[in-house]
């Protein structure tokens, strides 16, 4: 699978929309983008994931580029409940999607 | 509906000791993951199962871990002589196949 570049970290103002940005390169042309999210002392959960379509959910929206090589998670309204480490990850669409986290991006939502 | 469930959800052991940690997949789910997590890290693959075959186990540490999935629905791992280094949460994670993963509330193991 595909690796990933994220920030580190990022602040976001609540209320304000919070946009993470996620690099993939080296995507391929069967590999899906899928973010996940982890709260403190909480298991990962799943947000959104796409192929080369814009994608929204009742969670979030997912804009990935014509090339497929980045793409931006957008949370439209950020709360305090957002702050939580966000997960870009590249995977095959197979039964076997053991998932790679990597470091993700420390998102913190500022009253 | 009732997502992954683990049991317990903190586990303190002694060096040397064994331990078994118990997931209840979602209803239906055919694939099952079990992950390490270390403090301040993110997850790390352990192994796969597809319904009762164990198709994955190249994320195991050492062969004092096991995981077994007797009947295709609760899976159990086992670790066996514990060191400090096993200390982690393991996360276990469940999926129809394809599509999204989901994740239980995973184990906090402390080896003292």
């Known amino acids: 699978d595909a690796k990933t570049t994220q920030p580190t970290s990022m602040d976001c103002a609540e209320g304000r929309a919070a946009n993470l940005p996620c690099n993939h390169s080296?995507?391929?042309?069967?590999?899906?983008v899928y973010w996940y999210r982890q709260i403190h002392s909480q298991g990962p959960q799943y947000i959104i994931h796409g192929l080369k379509n814009n994608e929204t959910n009742e969670m979030a929206s997912l804009i990935i580029t014509e090339d497929r090589k980045s793409s931006t998670l957008i949370l439209p309204h950020a709360t305090l409940r957002d702050t939580a480490v966000y997960y870009c990850i590249v995977t095959s669409e197979t039964g076997a999607n053991n998932l790679f986290f990597g470091t993700g991006t420390r998102l913190t939502v500022i009253p | 509906g009732a997502g992954v469930s683990q049991s317990p959800r903190y586990k303190v052991a002694k060096r040397g000791q064994d331990v078994a940690l118990r997931c209840d997949p979602i209803?239906?789910?055919?694939?099952l993951f079990w992950y390490q997590q270390a403090l301040g890290q993110g997850p790390e693959f352990l192994t796969y199962?597809?319904?009762?075959?164990?198709?994955?186990k190249s994320g195991l540490p050492s062969d004092r871990f096991f995981a077994e999935r007797p009947e295709g629905s609760v899976s159990t791992l086992k670790i066996q002589r514990t060191q400090q280094e096993d200390s982690a949460v393991y996360l276990c994670a469940s999926s129809l196949g394809q599509g999204p993963t989901y994740f239980g509330p995973g184990t906090r193991l402390l080896v003292l």
């Open positions: 080296t995507i391929s042309g069967n590999e899906y």
């Open positions: 199962f597809q319904n009762e075959a164990q198709l994955d």
């Open positions: 209803s239906g789910h055919v694939s």
